[in-house]
């Protein structure tokens, strides 16, 4: 069965760069695209962009062009989101989640949330 | 960016009522690529429908999808406590977009 898990919460500096994963299995990895989304909180879902896990070509939603970088390592199947620079603004859940299959689809598998929380 | 404007903000209903939730798109979606998930406290969204009308895999028929163009709608009949949650539509075409939410009340 297809499963997404992400790595655990992290606390950190202003200033400083996080790195979440993302490692997907049950299925062929390179077949579906990666998406990240970020959830503030008690606010709704914002999404920041994907990345092709065939190409490795990441895009970016407006409002993610500059401090965040989607990454891949497709021999473990994983796919990652840096956020350097932290801000106190980017404390949030970061979801990823699974693309369905064809060009436009839903999101039909979600990995269970990383906590980034950014505090002096 | 095509902007979905959901309503009503919060719904508050006894069980077994009907539920009906808006979600209204600034451009029409195309294709009906028209997704909503459902989004419980202390957990990822999991989807529910997808292609406006299409119910994801294990999701219970209580649940049910319409509209195009515009205007969509989530439609949750014999609403039970579990339900409790907050409905996002998605629209998955060239720039995928989040609505703000509908928080479903359970009482």
């Known amino acids: 069965q297809v499963q997404v898990i992400q790595s655990g919460s992290e606390l950190k500096e202003p200033g400083t760069s996080v790195k979440v994963s993302c490692k997907a299995s049950g299925y062929t990895f390179t077949t579906h695209t990666v998406v990240w989304v970020r959830q503030a909180p008690g606010q709704g879902l914002e999404w920041m962009g994907w990345i092709n896990t065939h190409t490795g070509i990441p895009t970016y939603a407006q409002g993610f062009t500059r401090r965040f970088v989607f990454s891949l390592d497709t021999s473990v199947s994983t796919a990652y989101l840096q956020i350097n620079s932290l801000k106190t603004e980017d404390t949030a859940m970061y979801y990823c989640a699974r693309e369905g299959d064809g060009d436009f689809a839903p999101l039909d598998h979600w990995g269970q949330g990383t906590l980034v929380t950014v505090s002096s | ?107």
């Open chain 2, 1 to 107: 960016e095509i902007v979905l404007t959901q309503s009503p903000g919060t719904l508050s209903l006894p069980p077994g009522e009907r539920a009906t939730l808006s979600c209204r798109a600034s451009q029409r979606v195309s294709s009906s690529y028209l997704a909503w998930y459902q989004q419980k406290p202390g957990q990822a969204p999991r989807l529910l429908i997808y292609g406006a009308s299409s119910r994801a895999t294990g999701i219970p028929d209580r649940f049910s999808g319409s509209g195009s163009g515009t205007d969509f709608t989530l439609a949750i009949s014999r609403l039970e406590p579990e339900d409790s949650a907050v409905y996002y539509c998605q629209q998955y075409g060239d720039s995928p977009t989040f609505g703000q939410g509908t928080k479903v009340e359970i009482k």
